[in-house]
């Protein structure tokens, strides 16, 4: 043994917590730890894990140092994930530790699990018989293995006499082989034969992954245009290589539809990522992500973070979804850290849409992504026919919300044995209560909201915070009675209203909020795609990548809802939601339609939805985009300042606001003059407003908003802002949004 062997390490060790910078440790010369390795380490009190995040250097002792406790036996963390765990603390400006925490928070537990024996007959007799012996033998006859528990649970004795019989020489135990995490795919079970468009966009993404280099893609297809054809030959072409790939999906509590058709496909189904996965196998998976046993995960945002071993595709399923934006802990978009990821890891990326987000069409209009595009649905059918209803002409009358054409089209449709779906981004039964005596109106104690009405739960609900309310029959502020009355609709009352128009139509309500969760979803969205329903009435849930052959009529109950939200994103949001909500219609053998209620059939959104053609529209809305210098052309970040206190609060966020425009001048970037307008390299703090939503689960909140050029460095500023600013007192936070997808 050299010295070099008996001396022990420094080492850098970050833990899961909200803490920025790695702590060192002494490490005994047997750990002998290498960077990413996982730890026990002591912390204040307490112990806690960590992972080695570098190795500084040999010490024979510990001098002030404290000394790491344990190494745990899980697969390291690699150097690409710790890179992408420290990229996206730089750029989302939240602690390394929390970033790490999305990285490790299944890893406990992923150890290697214990080898499990299994018991076998050998045919010898045992030394000594007893009937107990006898029933046990009888039990394990057939050459079969079982497990300890089942035999003795056959012969109704304890355990001990499997291990006598062991002894004996009657018994043989064996390793039994660890069971399977995931199922073994096969790159081509079923090949489909691709058409045209789809065979030169597959090849495309089947060279890239061959290359093993990092190429971003953008899949614009229309609705039903084979998409997800597409890019299952990308997943075929890394299954060849014998190396990984995640598909990420927005609603992954939802896809049943989609792991059926994966296994048609490839064989078996993939490994699934996602909030209701049980703890203990999520650890599973984590490992096997590590270990390269698995080699297709689906998930959702979180799934960003495995620790794949050799990934070389990512697929971003519908990658315009506002479901990739996390909004709290650590704010991060997982479309654009998919990005990242793939790039550090040199692997393909695929965004995949119908309606791509502004900023990955003008990432493709600019060469920075490949663009690949299928024009037409697949097997020659057609989009569907849409149509508006101008709600100013032909709207329903007083306390009804179908017009009647479209309550017609619904009956021919259900007449001819097909189904039809309506569709209103809003759920329960009315979104405000109010008194018609004295005018009082349900809000939230807690938030600057309404207070929604169930029926079916029979109860108010504040949307914002699950604030819960019994719905009473007198008014609390004046106390006359039967005076309470609903205001606009929500889907149950679409439902009272169909089911009084369509008496006999078997008639299904979805929405998240119904009890029975995910799995009751599942099972009815099931059951909509084999018929089991004339009319569907759903919120965005059901708008989202379903195939339901035989849906032919979409009707959209307010096209208007999203549209004075005052959000930059509103119209494009607005595009896209209705575009997949209408592009469910017509995808088996029959033609669809679509009826679009609204009060501006004329708007930019109705006219791209009505043409069917939307680049009049995205040319539009990026020209609006450029020339107010929002994503992608320039940057926002978001601070929301919020405490109980609303004067400490709006008070934070104007001190943060002077701190801003004394920060010593730096060539890292520039600010623009207070209330003077930016010059084109400049960066501009706006604000404080009010937020919105003022006052969200009994917290006041105000905004700033940065807004950079492309180009500045608006991290270095936010970083300088928060640690050369006034420290928040009171209870004030200050929650820091990159990219900010919501404005409430
Ligand atoms: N080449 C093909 N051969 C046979 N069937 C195909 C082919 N391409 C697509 N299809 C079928 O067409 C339908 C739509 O395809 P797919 O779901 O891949 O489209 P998509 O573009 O992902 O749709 P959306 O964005 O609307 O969810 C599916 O039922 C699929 O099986
Ligand atoms: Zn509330």
């Not at 309606?355 to 569907?384: D, F, K, Q």
């Not at 099972?523 to 339901?548: C, M, P, W, Y």
């Not at 069917?612 to 300042?641: K, M, N, T």
Request: aromatic content about 6%; some cysteine; glycine content about 8%.
């Amino acid at each position: 043994m050299n010295d070099a062997d008996a001396a022990g390490q420094i080492v850098e060790v970050l833990a899961p917590l909200a803490v920025d910078q790695t702590y060192s440790y002494f490490s005994p010369p047997a750990l002998r730890l290498a960077p990413g390795e996982h730890v026990e380490i002591p912390l204040g009190r307490q112990s806690t894990y960590g992972v080695v995040w570098e190795v500084r250097g040999s010490a024979d002792t510990p001098g002030n140092l404290k000394t790491v406790i344990s190494r745990y036996a899980r697969p390291p963390l690699s150097q690409k994930l710790r890179d992408f765990v420290d990229w996206l603390a730089r750029y989302t400006l939240a602690p390394r530790g929390m970033a790490l925490r999305l990285a490790t928070r299944s890893a406990e537990s992923a150890e290697a699990e214990p080898d499990r024996l299994v018991y076998r007959a050998t045919g010898a007799r045992p030394q000594r018989e007893t009937p107990t012996r006898a029933r046990v033998l009888a039990a394990a006859e057939g050459g079969l293995v079982f497990s300890k528990k089942a035999l003795s649970g056959a012969a109704g004795c304890s355990p001990s006499v499997v291990d006598a019989l062991v002894d004996d020489g009657a018994l043989e135990a064996i390793k039994a082989p660890a069971s399977a995490i995931a199922d073994s795919l096969t790159s081509d079970y079923a090949q489909s034969t691709l058409e045209t468009e789809q065979e030169k966009a597959a090849s495309a993404l089947r060279s890239s992954v061959a290359l093993r280099a990092y190429q971003p893609f953008l899949l614009e297809g229309v609705t039903g245009s084979g998409k997800t054809e597409v890019y299952f030959e990308a997943v075929a072409a890394a299954l060849e290589q014998g190396e990984q790939a995640l598909v990420m999906m927005p609603e992954i509590a939802l896809t049943s539809q989609f792991l059926e058709r994966f296994a048609q496909r490839f064989g078996g189904r993939p490994a699934e990522w996602h909030s209701s996965v049980a703890d203990r196998k999520r650890s599973r998976i984590w490992r096997g992500c590590a270990t390269g046993e698995v080699k297709v995960v689906v998930g959702a945002r979180s799934a960003l973070f495995l620790p794949f071993a050799n990934l070389r595709l990512i697929v971003v399923d519908e990658e315009h979804d506002g479901a990739y934006k996390q909004e709290d802990g650590v704010c991060y978009h997982a479309r654009d850290m998919a990005v990242v990821r793939a790039s550090i890891e040199g692997a393909t990326l695929v965004l995949s849409s119908a309606t791509p987000s502004i900023e990955s069409r003008v990432n493709a209009e600019l060469g920075r992504y490949a663009h690949l595009r299928l024009r037409a649905r697949a097997g020659a059918r057609l989009l569907p026919r849409a149509d508006a209803i101008d709600m100013r002409i032909e709207g329903p009358g007083q306390g009804r919300w179908l017009a009647p054409r479209l309550a017609r089209a619904i009956g021919e449709t259900i007449a001819r044995g097909e189904q039809a779906l309506l569709f209103l981004n809003r759920r329960g039964y009315a979104p405000l209560t109010l008194c018609r005596s004295c005018g009082h109106r349900f809000r939230c104690r807690q938030c600057d909201a309404w207070l929604v009405e169930h029926r079916f739960r029979r109860a108010l609900i504040c949307h914002h915070c699950g604030y819960v309310e019994q719905r009473p029959n007198v008014c609390p502020e004046c106390d006359a009675e039967e005076t309470l009355s609903p205001c606009g609709p929500g889907i149950e009352r679409i439902a009272e209203e169909a089911a009084k128009l369509f008496p006999n139509a078997r008639i299904l309500v979805l929405s998240s909020d119904f009890p029975g969760g995910a799995e009751r979803l599942r099972r009815e969205l099931e059951e909509v795609a084999k018929g089991s329903f004339d009319l569907i009435i759903g919120t965005q849930l059901v708008a989202k990548g379903h195939n339901f052959p035989y849906l032919t009529l979409v009707g959209v109950v307010d096209a208007d809802l999203g549209l004075g939200s005052g959000d930059p994103r509103a119209s494009e949001r607005t595009f896209q939601l209705l575009a997949q909500v209408t592009g469910r219609a017509g995808r088996g053998d029959k033609p669809g339609a679509a009826l679009i209620q609204t009060y501006h059939p004329e708007h930019p959104v109705m006219r791209a939805l009505l043409c069917g053609d939307p680049e009049d529209f995205y040319a539009q809305e990026i020209s609006l985009r450029e020339r107010a210098g929002l994503p992608p052309f320039g940057r926002l970040a978001a601070l929301i300042v919020s405490g109980r206190d609303a004067g400490l609060a709006e008070a934070h966020a104007r001190a943060l606001v002077r701190a801003a425009h004394s920060l010593p001048p730096t060539p890292a970037y520039r600010l623009a003059a207070a209330g003077g307008l930016p010059e084109p390299d400049e960066i501009a703090v706006l604000g404080p407003a009010e937020a919105p939503i003022a006052l969200l689960r009994g917290r006041f909140r105000f905004r700033l908003l940065i807004k950079a050029p492309r180009r500045a460095n608006l991290q270095g500023f936010l970083r300088d802002l928060l640690e050369g600013g006034p420290p928040a007192r009171g209870g004030v936070r200050v929650q820091v949004d990159v990219d900010p997808q919501s404005f409430l």
